[in-house]
Nanobody, 118 residues
């Protein structure tokens, strides 16, 4: 069973940076696609970024050029570096994982709050 544990959220002023971490355990890390979702109050959850098994990355347009997803395979950890944060980035951020054999993200972390103040 895959387990995901996020860390690194917090409060930051607009224009600041945060790095989220997600520790993965339970299966072969390199065979999973890892993603970061976020959900703001009153809004639907959205996929912010993901990194596939081959290391390719993809981002939602609103974070391109500001956020970077990366992974450290020996540490079984995926990161989300967030720069130039704005109020609109305030949300609960969730790490998610799916097997390359599955069409949907099946495993979720508990979430970490990111709050950006102006």
């Amino acid at each position: 069973q895959v387990q995901l544990v996020e860390s690194g959220g917090g409060s930051v002023q607009a224009g600041g940076s945060l790095r989220l971490s997600c520790a993965f355990s339970g299966r072969a890390f390199s065979t999973y696609i890892l993603g970061w979702y976020r959900q703001a109050l009153g809004k639907e959850r959205e996929l912010v970024a993901f990194i596939n098994a081959g290391g390719g990355t993809n981002y939602v347009d609103s974070v391109k050029g500001r956020f970077t997803i990366s992974r450290d395979i020996p540490k079984n950890t995926v990161y989300l570096q967030m720069n130039n944060l704005g109020y609109e980035d305030t949300a609960a951020y969730y790490c998610a994982a799916r097997s390359i054999l599955r069409p949907t993200f099946d495993y979720w972390g508990q979430g970490t709050q990111v709050t950006v103040s102006s």
